[in-house]
Structure formats: C-alpha cells, structure tokens
C-alpha cells in the first residue's frame, strides 16, 4: 500500500467523522492553546515584576527609615524608628562625598481639583534633583525651581494623565490647580512614563518639599533618593550614609536599599513565580493530555467494528496500525497547530489590552504542548485500534 | 477444497460455556454450491466465520487447500482472507464515508493494487452487479438490495476462490433478493465455490446441497430431490420463528 493511499484513506476517515474528527481537533486546541495562553500569562507576570525594578537605575540609593533585621524583608517593619528630615537630607548632600545628587521625598494621597474636576492623586513633595535621580523628563513648562529648600512656593507639577483628566483639551501651564486646600499654579506636565516602583509618574503631583510638607502638616520624609557618582562602590557609599544617619540618630535606625539589594529580595518573589508558571504549565498541560486521551479513546474504540471489516478484507494488521497512525497523526498536527493560532491569537488580544504586561508563551512551553498533543493524540489515537486489530475479525466487527 | 474435521467451537459466557460448534465433519469440494440451515442459535454463523478464517476453532482441523488454518500465522491468515476468501454480510458492513465504488476498491487499496488497474477493476465488479450507475453512490444513498450488491462485488473483486454468505438475503425484499441470489449462481457458475447460510428454503434449493444444523451439530445432509422437499418459512419473515429442520419425506 502506497503511503499515498494510507494519507488518502485517513483524510477520508477524518472528514468521513466531522463530528468526531471535530472533537477531537477541538479538544487538542484547548489544550494546546490553554497552556500557551496561561504560560503567557505567567510569563507576562514576572516580566512585569522585573521591569518595574529594570529600570530603577544602577546608581540610586534609596533611604527609608526603619532598620531591617534580615535582608529580604520589606524596610519599615520594625520598631518606631526616628523621622528622617530635612536636616538628614542636608547632611547627607554635605558630608558625603559619593553622592552626586540626592532628593528629598514627602509623599502623601489627597485630593487634587481644577473646577468642578477632582480626583484623588499621590503628591511628591522634593526638588528639583527628583528629576534627574528618577531619569524623568518633562512634556511642558518646568520642572520645581531651585532655591531654599524650606521655604516652598505654591507650584506644581503635573503627570500626564493628571493633566488631561483634570484640565481636558487644554493646556495646564499657568493655570491653578488646588491641592487639599491649597492653590497651586502649574508650572509643568511630566512626560508620560507609565508605573515605576509601585508608583505610576501619569498620576502624580510633584511640589517642592517644604510646600507638600505644609500642606500634609507633617515635618517627616517618606524616603530620601541618592544617585552615586560613577565608579564609586554603592555598598560603601550606602554604609556611609548608614553610619551619617545613626550618628545623627543615636542609633542604626535607618535602611539603605540599592537596585541590586531589591533585585536579590525579589529574586526569591520571582523564582516562586516560576514555579507557579512551570506548576500552571503542567496542569494545563495534563489537563489538555487527558482530555486528547479521552476524545482519541472514545472515537478510536467506536470503530472496532471498521477494524474487524478491514480484517475480514484481509488488512493486515500493521497496514491498520499504520492507518490509524496516519490518521491521528494528521489529526494532532492539525489540533496542534489551531491551538498554536488561537493561544497567540489569545496572547495578542491580552497583550492588546494590556500592554504592560509582556505576555508571550515561553518556547519550551509551545514545544511541550505540541508535543504532548502529538504525542497522546498518536499514542491513544494508535491503541485502541492495536486493540481491536488483535482481535478475531468477527469479534471485532460484532462490537458496536 | 475444504476439509473439516471435528470442529469444535465454544465461547466462555460468565463462568458457563456455550458449545457453538460441536464435533463438525465435512468435505466441500471446489465449485460447490452448498446451504447451511438450521435454527437460530444452532452454529450456522459460528461456522461460516470459521470457514471465512474469521474465527478458530476451539478444537479440531479446518484444512483450507489441503492447509491447516490453525497452523496459519497472522501474516498468512490475512493473505488467506484478502485473496482466497470473499465473505458477504448480513449486514452488509460497507464503510458508510466511502461512495460504492470506493468500497469495492477497498481491498485493493491495501492490497497495493495500482490506482489505474484498482479502478478498472471495481468499475467491472461494480458494472457486474448491475449498479455502474450507482458508483458514486455512497451507501445511505442505496437500497437494501443496491447495498448487498455493492458487498458483493467487494467480497468478489481480488478473485477469490471461496465465496461464504451469511444471510445475504436476510434484510431484502423477494426481488432484490432474487437479483442478488442470482448473482451468487452467476459467481457459482462461473467455479467460485459457494457457501450460503440462509433461513429461506427457497435459497436453499439453488444449492447443489443443504446441510441442517441443530444444536452445533450437522444433523442432515441433503442434495438433488431431497432439498425440493425443505419446508419452512418464505423470505420475509423473522428467522427462527418456524422450524426449517423439518423435512417430509
Ligand atoms: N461471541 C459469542 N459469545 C458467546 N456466545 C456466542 C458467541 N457467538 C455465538 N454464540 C452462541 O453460539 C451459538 C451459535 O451462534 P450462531 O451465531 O452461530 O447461530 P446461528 O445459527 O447463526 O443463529 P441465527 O440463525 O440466529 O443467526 C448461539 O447459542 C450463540 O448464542
Ligand atoms: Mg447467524
């Protein structure tokens, strides 16, 4: 028999049972189109995650209060820790050689109005080095002036989408906005950045720090951002603001957080990700092998009787081997690759919708799929039919 | 030629046994045109299957050419059965995805037949059985009648030397049967060596001679004048409901 003849005889099988033919290739496709999609998904998680700390910058120090015992926790969590103030922020700038530029952050949520529009809003209070430590650039107007420190004019800046939300169609600059119960005059709209660090720029309020301190009636900072000059140690340098700090403070009460310190404790964040990807995957996948199993079993063993005709004609039984394997072949290629369209097809809508997220299948992931499809649709597409071909012709062709 | 002796054959049914078949003896020489009758249930099928190499005896020699099918292993068995044997259903048993001519070339697709001369060939088998307009047909678009025909040309289409019909009128009207009865005495005439099980006396007296089973066992042999004598039921009404064994003398 020519493998012609074989390929011909089980398309007309397959097109011979829409039905069955149909379930099957349905049930191939989502399975493999389930665990490519939640495998993007996944994936797209822990890009996320990554990116949001990618960017941070590889010379930024960051000091909260609050000393962490051990590393990986979160800063914050212990005792009731000394502020951290202007004064800190002063000494650090003047005493510490390493530092090339450092903002203050005073930082608070509140209600922001032009008009009858309002919405609440996260308000920064710093100066005008925020904007070079956190690599930000501006759409319009200017950034915070210069100037002393503690005595804050009632300026603002404004996120992007604060600004269109809040003055649509028009252009903010120079007009007043009221922050609490402040008026501030805008005086420039930050260029669009998206999340960074849990905080999204869109959305922000930047005024000077003596300005958001007045208007949150509190003489504390939230953190204090350092950029290291180039070529300095940054361990080095965070230990020295470590040892400036607990001079000032009478004790170590302060926690000095680099790009690296965050990366490494999110290291553990990220590897359990993956294990809930890799875990994902293989239920999915299990799930997409049982089901192929099933619908191949089923539709397979329903034609026992076609087997006993085909003996009784005096088929052999590896010439009805090799039709049934033709056949499921065909049939889990097929399957495979409409689960292929339709999870990348799945993938994009996501990704289409949301755009932060860097959804895309892993490789090894695709590959697994299509392989569990090929291999479990040939597999149980094959064994009932050796089943039924072992058989005495008669009693084959007697089962329904 | 084929040669049985004491064939028996029994199924295992729960922990009790059915003897099917029980120490059968026959000769069937080529050309002949044999009835096998009896009562439901009394072996006839079980019988045919065996002599189609379908089924094996439990025990005892089925010689088929003067060799042991028991002795026969698969690869021969399916030879046997591709290109010595035809075999014609009750049920007909055509593959319903295929059209009628695509049927008849079934065979010969895994018998490796070239696609011209396969297609030649049906169209003869398909032409011989009177239904060259119906090829394209597949089988829920024909009759009874047009269905067993289109087996028939199947069982017939490698050239076997063997021809066994198990009820072949079973599921038709009079006239249809007629057509395909008379197509079998065609086959016969022609030296293919005829086995036909059947309820229906008035099949059975085409035959050159009867066998009468009863209870797994041949109990009658009957040929020439003795079969005009059959009584029984006419074609049509449900097998097994008169008893066809009687015989006047
Ligand atoms: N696969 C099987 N398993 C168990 N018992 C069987 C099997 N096949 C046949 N038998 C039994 O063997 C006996 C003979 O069956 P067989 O089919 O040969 O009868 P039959 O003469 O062809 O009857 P009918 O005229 O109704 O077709 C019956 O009692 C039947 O129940
Ligand atoms: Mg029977």
Redesign the pocket.
């Known amino acids: 028999m020519s493998l012609r003849d074989l390929l011909r005889f089980a398309i007309q099988a397959l097109m011979g049972h829409r039905l069955r033919s149909g379930l099957s290739l349905l049930g191939m496709g989502v399975g493999v189109a389930a665990v490519i999609m939640l495998t993007a998904l996944g994936e797209g998680a822990r890009g996320y995650v990554e990116n949001q700390f990618a960017n941070l910058g590889s010379s930024l120090l960051i000091v909260v209060p609050g000393k962490t015992e051990t590393t990986g926790a979160l800063p914050g969590m212990g005792g009731a820790p000394n502020d951290l103030t202007l004064d800190d922020f002063e000494a650090i700038v003047r005493r510490i050689r390493q530092v090339e530029r450092a903002a203050p952050i005073a930082m608070a949520t509140t209600t922001t109005s032009h008009g009858e529009l309002r919405r609440q809003v996260a308000v920064i209070g710093t100066t005008k080095e925020f904007l070079e430590v956190r690599n930000l650039s501006l759409g319009r107007g200017v950034f915070l002036p210069e100037g002393d420190i503690r005595r804050g004019a009632s300026v603002a800046v404004i996120g992007e989408r604060v600004a269109r939300e809040l003055f649509p169609g028009q252009n903010p600059v120079g007009k007043v906005v009221r922050i609490d119960q402040w008026r501030m005059r805008v005086i420039g709209v930050l260029t669009s950045r998206g999340t960074q660090l849990g905080v999204d720029v869109d959305e922000l309020v930047v005024v000077p720090v003596a300005t958001a301190m007045r208007i949150f009636n509190r003489s504390s900072l939230f953190r204090i951002l350092i950029e290291a000059r180039a070529q300095v140690d940054l361990d080095t340098t965070a230990k020295s603001v470590v040892a400036l700090l607990s001079e000032r403070h009478g004790e170590e009460d302060v926690t000095v957080i680099t790009q690296d310190s965050v990366v490494s404790s999110l290291g553990s964040i990220l590897d359990t990700l993956t294990l809930v990807l890799a875990a994902i995957a293989s239920i999915s996948l299990g799930v997409a092998g049982i089901g192929i199993m099933n619908v191949m079993l089923v539709s397979v063993s329903e034609r026992t009787s076609e087997v006993g005709l085909l003996k009784a004609l005096g088929v052999s039984h590896q010439q009805i081997v090799a039709a049934f394997l033709a056949e499921a072949t065909l049939l889990s290629l097929a399957g495979g690759l409409l689960g292929l369209t339709v999870g990348f097809f799945g993938v994009g809508v996501v990704v289409g919708i949301y755009p932060d997220l860097p959804a895309h299948p892993p490789g090894w992931a695709v590959a697994a799929a299509l392989a569990v499809a090929l291999v479990v649709g040939m597999v149980f597409g094959v064994l009932p039919a050796r089943r039924a071909a072992r058989l005495d012709p008669i009693?084959a062709l007697?089962r329904r | 030629m084929i040669g049985l002796e004491n064939v028996c054959r029994s199924?295992a049914?729960g922990d009790s046994e059915?003897r099917?078949l029980v120490d059968v003896n026959e000769q069937i020489e080529n050309g002949e045109h044999v009835a096998i009758m009896?009562?439901?249930?009394?072996?006839?099928?079980?019988?045919l299957n065996i002599l189609g190499c379908l089924d094996q005896p439990t025990s005892g020699t089925y010689l088929l050419d003067g060799r042991e099918v028991s002795g026969l292993d698969e690869a021969e068995l399916t030879e046997v059965r591709r290109n010595r044997i035809g075999f014609v259903f009750q049920f007909f048993h055509l593959v319903s995805r295929l059209t009628a001519l695509e049927n008849v070339e079934l065979p010969m697709v895994f018998a490796g037949t070239a696609p011209p001369e396969r297609r030649a060939r049906a169209l003869k088998a398909i032409e011989h059985v009177g239904l060259n307009d119906r090829a394209d047909h597949r089988p829920d678009q024909l009759s009874g009648g047009e269905r067993q025909r289109v087996a028939l040309a199947r069982a017939t289409v490698m050239g076997p030397g063997l021809l066994l019909a198990?009820?072949p009128t079973g599921n038709l009207d009079s006239k249809s049967g007629t057509q395909v009865l008379d197509l079998l005495d065609r086959l016969n005439e022609n030296g293919l060596t005829l086995v036909v099980?059947t309820?229906d006396p008035a099949v059975a007296r085409r035959a050159d001679r009867a066998l009468v089973?009863t209870d797994?066992r041949i109990v009658r042999r009957l040929r020439g004048k003795e079969l005009e004598s059959i009584q029984g039921i006419g074609p049509g009404i449900a097998?097994?409901t008169t008893d066809v064994t009687s015989v006047s003398t």
């Open positions: 009693a007697a | 199924f049914v059915v099917a009896g009562p439901s249930g009394s072996g006839k099928s079980t019988l198990d009820e099980v309820h089973m797994g097998p097994g």
